[in-house]
């Protein structure tokens, strides 16, 4: 694995550097607090084709691979985790599916669009009383003339609001179970049957990430909408997707546990207790070492699977390792820039504090770490 960067990738870094502390960072405050994503960050990214990263160009992509994409997610995601989650929802979840499974004419009509930044898209799975355990869904879709009839309702879904158009996994039979019995459909927002039931205000973190509650009663899906034109792959499709998008998270984890770091490490140089700054104390020397040596051990593995990724490499445990390493190196950054600002990290005069909720998401989406636990014993054939 060569780990040093490409020109392109050092300036498609450089470049979302920039984009995010120049134009994300001045709406973050507002977006926060309105609990809103701000949709003009959308055709922007587009334009700069940051939403096109993964793609090949036939599409309106740039053709890179996983790392190059991962770094542009680490650089938003320092600045804001909840726009990032939404950008992230759409660029792996929803045309990184529709790409890897969609046929050509879901691709021009859905993923182009998407690239360009003029239609944003969700991925739907979780519902009410199911979220882990796939298989408990109870979302159906019965085949109806040229079309198919979907019931059911999702939760916890990113973008859900303001999505142009959400991917939902739903039964089309369950007599032949999760893997061989379900399907991905292509719902567009304007479809009869099909409505946003509520906005989900008042999270722990991600407040800017739009986050939604969904129903489809009758929803008629015309049979060119479901992805791949072929019934009973829905499952599979899912767990591909998520396999990539558990990457991207691993790294935007991180990330959050870097700019908690940095955070930390500004403040301690210009505190000062005793009659010197509190960064030369060596108890704080210390939570600073143990923070950045995790946060680097985890990063650099992240980065590495998602070079195996790239490579098209098997890396199911990979991913899952990667996800569980970030985790808990983030949430121990976090922990510790709290403590090490002290009352200001506990208010939101201080950007730590928004960083420490944040990132206790991440241990919950993109499947749990209880998940990713069950992921790496199975895979070592426990």
Do not use: W
Request: proline share 3%.
């Amino acid at each position: 694995m060569d780990l040093e960067l490409t020109e392109e990738q050092k300036m498609i870094q450089k470049t979302a550097r920039e984009f995010a502390q120049e134009v994300i960072q001045p709406l973050v405050e507002e977006a926060e607090k309105e609990e809103k994503f701000p949709l003009e960050l959308f055709p922007q990214m587009g334009e700069l084709g940051f939403l096109g990263i993964p793609f090949p160009e036939e599409y309106g992509g740039i053709g890179a691979d996983k790392v190059t994409q991962c770094l542009f997610v680490e650089e938003i995601s320092k600045v804001c985790a909840g726009i990032a989650a939404s950008v992230d929802a759409h660029c792996d979840l929803a045309l990184g599916a529709i790409y890897r499974f969609g046929t050509q004419e879901q691709k021009e009509r859905f993923l182009i669009p998407g690239i360009e930044g003029h239609k944003i898209g969700a991925l739907a799975i979780t519902e009410p009383n199911a979220g882990s355990d796939v298989a408990a869904l109870q979302s159906t879709a019965k085949r109806k003339g040229d079309g198919y009839v979907l019931n059911g309702s999702k939760l916890f879904i990113t973008n859900g609001s303001i999505a142009d158009f959400v991917l939902v996994l739903a039964y089309l039979d369950k007599s032949q179970g999760a893997k061989k019995g379900m399907g991905l459909f292509i719902v567009e927002k304007d479809t009869p049957g099909f409505q946003v039931t509520r906005k989900l205000k008042g999270k722990m973190g991600h407040r800017s990430s739009d986050t939604a509650e969904l129903a489809f009663e009758d929803c008629l899906v015309p049979a060119e909408n479901l992805l791949g034109g072929e019934e009973g792959n829905g499952f599979m499709q899912s767990l591909q997707t998520l396999l990539g998008a558990r990457i991207s998270q691993a790294v935007k984890t991180v990330a959050i546990g870097y700019a908690a770091f940095e955070a930390a490490l500004t403040y301690a140089k210009e505190r000062k207790a005793f009659g010197q700054p509190i960064s030369q104390f060596q108890a704080i020397q210390f939570k600073f070492a143990n923070m950045l040596t995790r946060l680097e051990a985890a990063r650099t593995y992240a980065f590495k699977v998602a070079y195996m990724y790239s490579r098209k490499m098997p890396c199911l445990k990979e991913a899952a390792m990667a996800k569980l390493m970030a985790c808990e190196a983030a949430q121990f950054a976090t922990y510790e820039a709290i403590q090490i600002l002290g009352g200001y990290g506990y208010v939101d005069e201080y950007p730590v504090e928004r960083f420490y909720r944040d990132v206790r998401l991440s241990t919950i989406t993109e499947g749990t770490t209880e998940i990713q636990c069950l992921i790496i014993a199975r895979e070592l054939g426990l």
